[in-house]
Nanobody, 114 residues
Framework: QVQVVESGGGLVQPGGSLRLSCAAS????????MGWYRQVPGKQRELVAF???????NYASSVKGRFTISRDNGKNTVYLQMNTLKPEDTAVYYC????????WGQGTQVTVSS
């Protein structure tokens, strides 16, 4: 069973960048499809970016061209590079690992504000 832990969140000004990391333990991350989701209070959790075991990627339309998901199976880590951040990107960001079951991390807060 895999465990995932997110890190890299914080406060950033509009137009800035952050890189989130999702570190896995307990299993080989290369076996899992991985996703980054985000949630704001009162709204449903939404998919931001997805990367398959074969490195196929998909993005929410709101982040396409600004965010990049990648994986380093040797480091058992998935990344979300976020550029040109906007206030509407403010949310708790969650990492998700999917094989036969779905495993979630505890989330990391991203706040985009001047």
């Amino acid at each position: 069973q895999v465990q995932v832990v997110e890190s890299g969140g914080g406060l950033v000004q509009p137009g800035g960048s952050l890189r989130l990391s999702c570190a896995a333990s307990g299993s080989n991350l290369g076996l899992y499809h991985m996703g980054w989701y985000r949630q704001v209070p009162g709204k449903q959790r939404e998919l931001v970016a997805f990367i398959s075991t074969g490195n196929f990627t998909n993005y929410a339309s709101s982040v396409k061209g600004r965010f990049t998901i990648s994986r380093d199976n040797g480091k058992n880590t998935v990344y979300l590079q976020m550029n040109t951040l906007k206030p509407e990107d403010t949310a708790v960001y969650y990492c998700n690992a999917r094989l036969n079951s779905v495993y979630w991390g505890q989330g990391t807060q991203v706040t985009v504000s001047s």
